[in-house]
Nanobody
């Protein structure tokens, strides 16, 4: 059974930083891509960032480019999302998830995801 343990969410002031962590287990096959998508109340789901397991290729949504950095660690399936210069519009539940692709279509081909970590950016 695939499981994700996400951590690092919380409340931060605008301009602050947070680092999300995700440790996945239970995979019986190699995964293609791991990343993060977010869901804010009343808004559509948004693929934030992803990284390919094959060559380390990364994708970032325009809304976070230059502020967020995704990384991963093997052999444990671990992913990190360093979030800097946070804005109120970054407030959302962030989910760690694997996908078949790492691109603008990342969140359209999700395979497994965790329970989410809440990030609140507010003064």
């Amino acid at each position: 059974q695939v499981q994700f343990v996400e951590s690092g969410g919380g409340l931060v002031q605008p301009g602050g930083s947070l680092r999300l962590s995700c440790v996945a287990s239970g995979f019986t096959m190699a995964y293609n891509t791991i990343g993060w998508f977010r869901q804010a109340p009343g808004k559509e789901r948004e693929g934030v960032a992803c990284i390919s397991s094959h060559d380390g290729y990364t994708y970032y949504a325009d809304s976070v480019k230059g502020r967020f950095t995704i990384s991963r660690a093997d052999p444990k399936i671990t992913a990190y999302l360093q979030m800097n210069s946070l804005k109120p519009e970054d407030t959302a539940v962030y989910y760690c998830a694997t996908s078949r692709v790492c691109s603008v279509w990342y969140d359209r081909y999700l395979e497994h995801w965790g329970q989410g970590a809440t990030v609140t950016v507010s003064s």
